[in-house]
T-cell receptor, first 112, second 113 residues
Framework: KQEVTQIPAALSVPEGENLVLNCSFTDSAIYNLQWFRQDPGKGLTSLLLIQSSQREQTSGRLNASLDKSSGRSTLYIAASQPGDSATYLCAVRPTGGFKTIFGAGTRLFVKA | DAGVIQSPRHEVTEMGQEVTLRCKPISGHDYLFWYRQTMMRGLELLIYFNNNVPIDDSGMPEDRFSAKMPNASFSTLKIQPSEPRDSAVYFC???????????FGDGTRLSIL
């Protein structure tokens, strides 16, 4: 059974700092991995999607990597800003289906 | 593009009542997903549809839950009878071909008293 774990559960950093959020999964038979952002009272916004054949994806100040063999993904945020404050969720879609499994998320607070 | 639209945004009702949540996916999206989010269990997939047909409903917790998609622009999630443990935020999401990222609605916050 696929399990997705995110560490840390919460993180507080000063503005401008570079930071890394971690995601681990137990079953390497994945179709893709997505990183989402969730603001309070809102739905999820997709940030980056990495297909199983890819090693990383980049969008602006965000970079996500994927290492299927070790069951790990990281989300790197460069030069963090207060507007980055949100909960970040990692989600794994298995091969052969759409039953996406979500991690519990990392709550990020960037202090001005 | 109006995004995924869910209604109502908030629902408070008493135990035993029927609850109906509604979702309008993005036009042209052929996959629709219903999720539930709670503090204890996080975000869980309940059911998903492809071209209005339910494909996998193994995440539906009990027979009290049912979902329909009568056409490509509308889906409902119904709980009958509702119980306090059904209190959660329910999200609807849609995507094109199921491969590209899912687009989420803002959710319905459901409270069963």
């Amino acid at each position: 059974k696929q399990e997705v774990t995110q560490i840390p559960a919460a993180l507080s950093v000063p503005e401008g700092e570079n930071l890394v959020l971690n995601c681990s999964f137990t079953d390497s038979a994945i179709y893709n991995l997505q990183w989402f952002r969730q603001d309070p009272g809102k739905g999820l916004t997709s940030l980056l999607l990495i297909q199983s054949s890819q090693r990383e994806q980049t969008s602006g100040r965000l970079n996500a990597s994927l290492d299927k063999s070790s069951g790990r993904s990281t989300l790197y945020i460069a030069a963090s800003q207060p507007g980055d404050s949100a909960t970040y969720l990692c989600a794994v879609r298995p091969t052969g289906g759409f039953k996406t499994i979500f991690g519990a998320g990392t709550r990020l607070f960037v202090k001005a | 593009d109006a995004g995924v639209i869910q209604s109502p945004r908030h629902e408070v009702t008493e135990m035993g009542q029927e609850v109906t949540l509604r979702c309008k996916p993005i036009s042209g999206h052929d996959y629709l997903f219903w999720y539930r989010q709670t503090m204890m269990r996080g975000l869980e997939l309940l059911i998903y549809f492809n071209n209005n047909v339910p494909i996998d409903d193994s995440g539906m917790p009990e027979d009290r839950f049912s979902a329909k998609m009568p056409n490509a622009s509308f889906s409902t999630l119904k709980i009958q009878p509702s119980e306090p443990r059904d209190s959660a935020v329910y999200f609807c999401a849609s995507s094109i071909n199921g491969v590209l990222p899912q687009h989420f609605g803002d959710g319905t916050r459901l409270s069963i008293l």
